[in-house]
């Protein structure tokens, strides 16, 4: 199995930063995909930004004010926050899909942490 321990988030000005980082342990193989969603209150979760060995995607709404980014040797992947808007405020979650050491695929998310953007 996957663990993920998530830190980061709380609350900050709109035009603040706030870095958002997630720790992933267990009896990894390999990393496929580490990446960022999110989820407002009434609102489905939608996908933040997303990495690979190849590729970063960004949503739309958050191109050029987010930066992922990925540890290789601690696993771990973090989401730098600027130029906050009111409607970034959200649970953010970390989900990691891995291919264990017995190579079986694991899929996880992590428990969420709220980053709220208030004056």
């Known amino acids: 199995q996957v663990q993920l321990v998530e830190s980061g988030g709380g609350l900050v000005q709109p035009g603040g930063s706030l870095r958002l980082s997630c720790a992933a342990s267990g009896n990894i193989l390999s990393i496929d995909r580490m990446g960022w969603y999110r989820q407002a209150p009434g609102k489905q979760r939608e996908l933040v930004a997303v990495i690979t060995s190849e590729i970063t995607n960004y949503a739309d709404s958050v191109k050029g004010r987010f930066t992922i980014s990925r540890d290789y040797a601690k696993i771990m992947v973090s989401l730098q926050m600027n130029s906050l808007k009111p409607e970034d405020t959200a649970v953010y979650y970390c989900?990691?899909?891995?291919?264990?050491?017995?190579?079986?695929?694991?899929?996880?998310w992590g428990q969420g942490t709220l980053v709220t953007v208030s004056s």
């Open positions: 989900n990691v899909a891995a291919t264990m050491t017995n190579y079986k695929y694991a899929a996880v």
